[in-house]
């Protein structure tokens, strides 16, 4: 089974880049799609992007269109989340996640993950 650790938060100024990144271990991700969520304190866990087993479909929340970009590198088994003009409202942990099925775009609703990292902060200040 796949097993999932993210690593690359931390603290930034506003309009600062990061880049985080989801590696696995157990199982490739080659044939997962992979999905980057994201949770602040007192709020619901959100999908941030999401890119399919293939790589060749991305999905982004509408108020990270433009700024950050999901790519994946078999290769090297891992899918990372570029993360450019950071905001405060970005300040969360993120999350990366698949939904345990072959051939997928990766999930998209929280409720269809199976597998998640343990998560990595990420503090945007003002």
């Known amino acids: 089974q796949v097993q999932l650790v993210e690593s690359g938060g931390g603290l930034v100024q506003t309009g600062a880049s990061l880049r985080l990144s989801c590696a696995a271990s157990?199982?490739?991700?080659?044939?997962?799609?992979v999905g980057w969520f994201r949770q602040a304190p007192g709020k619901e866990r959100e999908f941030v992007a999401r890119?399919?087993?293939?790589?060749?479909?991305?999905d982004y929340l509408e108020s990270v269109k433009g700024r950050f970009t999901i790519s994946r590198d078999s290769a090297k088994n891992l899918v990372s989340l570029q993360m450019n003009s950071l905001e405060p409202d970005d300040t969360a942990v993120y999350y990366c996640?698949?939904?345990?099925?072959?051939?997928?775009?990766?999930?998209?609703?929280?409720?269809?993950?199976?597998?998640w990292g343990r998560g990595t902060q990420v503090t945007v200040s003002s």
């Open positions: 890119i399919s087993w293939s790589g060749e479909v991305t």
């Open positions: 157990g199982r490739t991700l080659s044939f997962y799609g």
């Open positions: 996640a698949t939904d345990g099925t072959f051939y997928t775009l990766g999930p998209r609703d929280p409720r269809n993950v199976r597998s």
